[in-house]
C-alpha cells in the first residue's frame, strides 16, 4: 500500500486546478482499488463522470493550456 498523502495532495491540486477554469468534477478522488491494490502499480486518480457541459469547459481549458505552450 502507498502512502495517502501524495495522493490526496495530487487530487486536491488536480481540483483548485480545475476550480480556477470553473470546472468541478464532483466524483474526483483518489482510485481505492488501485491505491490497495500489491504490485508496481500506483495509485490512480478518478475524474469520474461529468455532463457534457463540464466536459466542455474541460476541453476549453485545455486547448487553452495548449495554445499557450505552443505560442
Same mark, same amino acid.
Given at each position: 500500500?502507498?502512502?495517502?498523502?501524495?495522493?490526496?495532495? !495530487?487530487?486536491?491540486?488536480? #481540483?483548485?486546478? /480545475?476550480?480556477?477554469? &470553473?470546472?468541478?468534477? *464532483? =466524483?474526483?478522488? +483518489?482510485?481505492? *482499488? =488501485?491505491f490497495a491494490a500489491r504490485g508496481p502499480g #500506483? *495509485?490512480? +486518480? =478518478?475524474?469520474? %463522470?461529468? %455532463? /457534457?457541459?463540464?466536459a466542455r469547459a474541460l476541453v476549453a481549458a485545455? #486547448?487553452? &493550456?495548449?495554445? #499557450? !505552450?505552443?505560442?
Amino acid at each position: 500500500m502507498y502512502d495517502t498523502t501524495d495522493a490526496d495532495e !495530487c487530487t486536491e491540486q488536480l #481540483r483548485a486546478a /480545475l476550480a480556477a477554469h &470553473g470546472i468541478t468534477l *464532483p =466524483s474526483l478522488g +483518489i482510485d481505492l *482499488p =488501485s491505491f490497495a491494490a500489491r504490485g508496481p502499480g #500506483r *495509485p490512480l +486518480i =478518478s475524474l469520474g %463522470n461529468c %455532463n /457534457l457541459a463540464t466536459a466542455r469547459a474541460l476541453v476549453a481549458a485545455l #486547448r487553452k &493550456g495548449a495554445a #499557450r !505552450c505552443d505560442g
